[in-house]
């Protein structure tokens, strides 16, 4: 189970999820709490390990500004999280190595993501308001094609995430608010336990025990 942590706006939180098993990290470069300078995330990306996968969340920006600013912070990836049209994401693809396309759930669109040669990586699904921590009704995320890498967003907590995962089964999860003390500070503990119990929730998966259950599930019953 791939985890991305996202709404990451200093060192100490970029290594700390690191440290916890996150896979990836996000920097939302869009008006939002969690809005961070690219001079900043340059500084962080050099004390990463070299293997991290860094992702510049970006809504609404021209295809050039995305592209100037991945390449100037040393970022690996981007995620367009706006009305990005095909042609955005196009030109976005062509020279960005690793791009995320995200769409709020019951979107149209959704239903032709991910798919052709010149598609995003990933698609994430989110709420209609990214970042602010609303759950949406996660049978909105089931549009996807069928083989296309869903990142599934939108209020996902340590305490849900599990939930979310039985009910979906996502290619990864991604957390902002959820693994947060306050809005840009990242809390340690809920970092750790999101990141666990989402690779467990996986892992289970992947076994083929977990149930597909929409209610409360007791993991000590399996084992």
């Known amino acids: 189970m791939f985890v991305k942590v996202c709404g990451i706006t200093n060192e ?9 098993g996150a896979d990836a990290l996000g920097f939302v470069f869009a008006p939002s709490p969690r809005q961070i300078h690219p001079e900043v995330v340059r500084d962080i990306i050099k004390r990463l390990p070299h293997d991290t996968l860094t992702i510049g969340v970006f809504r609404n920006e021209t295809p050039e500004r995305v592209i100037d600013i991945v390449a100037r912070t040393g970022l690996k990836g981007a995620q367009l999280h706006g009305g990005e049209t095909a042609e955005d994401l196009r030109l976005v693809r062509l020279r960005v190595p690793f791009v995320i396309q995200a769409l709020p759930a019951g979107d149209t669109r959704l239903a032709g993501a991910g798919v052709g040669p010149e598609a995003a990586d990933v698609v994430l699904v989110d709420s209609q308001s990214p970042g602010s921590g609303e759950v949406f009704d996660w049978s909105l995320a089931e549009g996807a094609p069928d083989g296309v890498r869903l990142l599934l967003a939108g209020g996902l907590t340590p ?15 991604d957390s902002a608010s959820g693994t947060e003390a306050s809005p840009g500070r990242k809390d340690a503990t809920k970092v750790r336990l999101f990141v666990a119990r989402a690779k467990e929730a996986g892992k289970a998966l992947e076994e083929g025990w977990a149930p597909d259950t929409e209610g409360p599930y007791d993991w000590a019953e399996e084992t």
């Open 159 to 173: 305490d849900n995430v599990e939930q979310a995962i039985r009910k979906v089964r996502p290619w990864g999860v």
């Open 12 to 20: 100490d939180d970029a290594l700390l999820a690191v440290a916890m």
